[in-house]
């Protein structure tokens, strides 16, 4: 027997092995092809969602001073449609922010909560739980803010907890847990320091 084949047996061969395989290579390179366009239909629609949100919150920071009314529209248009970018995260926060500084604190629990609820990003959902915390402690909802201030955070939070839970503990006359509470977050703060000194100073040194 010959050790080779000859071409007409080669041919019958490739005839014999694509039909026993042909589909399953068709639908493969099918596949990949749906894949490879799936991919950077993808990409594109996310960029093309990443523009928009950016737009719209331009619009956001344009109006944030002028026009709340007009703002909060599009505040809410991000939340409704574009809820896994930054944008609406940093745009209910300006949101929380807003209504805080007025006193008015329930909105701003409803927008801190749907940033926790909602960011794909856990930088903002930790930012959003302390500012949550400092609203607690100012609607007197102490327990709520404990909670809160007790969670784990990054070290970068450590000064800022610290604050929280000494104001915390002054609600709740706990005044020599509040001096060091203020104490640890005098040495660990990366900033200015002059409120909580002057917070520090208004417990004066116990017994």
Do not use: C
């Amino acid at each position: 027997m010959s050790d080779y084949q000859t071409d007409d047996e080669k041919v019958e061969e490739l005839k014999a092995w694509w039909k026993e395989n042909g589909v399953s290579v068709m639908v493969g390179i099918g596949l990949a092809v749906v894949a490879l366009f799936g991919w950077e239909y993808w990409k594109k629609a996310q960029i093309e969602n990443a523009v928009q949100a950016s737009a719209l919150y331009n619009e956001v920071h344009k109006n944030a001073d002028k026009s709340w009314d007009i703002a909060s529209s599009h505040i809410i248009k991000l939340q409704d449609d574009y809820k896994s970018t930054p944008y609406a995260a940093v745009a209910s926060l300006k949101t929380a922010d807003v209504y805080a500084q007025k006193g008015e604190y329930e909105p701003a629990v409803k927008a801190l909560n749907w940033v926790i609820d909602n960011s794909s990003e856990d930088a903002y959902k930790d930012l959003a739980r302390v500012r949550l915390a400092r609203v607690f402690t100012a609607q007197n909802k102490l327990a709520d803010a404990e909670k809160l201030a007790n969670a784990t955070y990054p070290k970068a939070y450590e000064s800022i907890v610290e604050e929280i839970k000494g104001d915390i503990f002054v609600a709740q006359k706990k005044l020599a847990d509040a001096r060091t509470a203020y104490d640890k977050a005098i040495v660990t703060s990366k900033g200015d320091t002059e409120l909580l000194k002057m917070k520090r100073a208004n417990l004066g040194e116990g017994v």
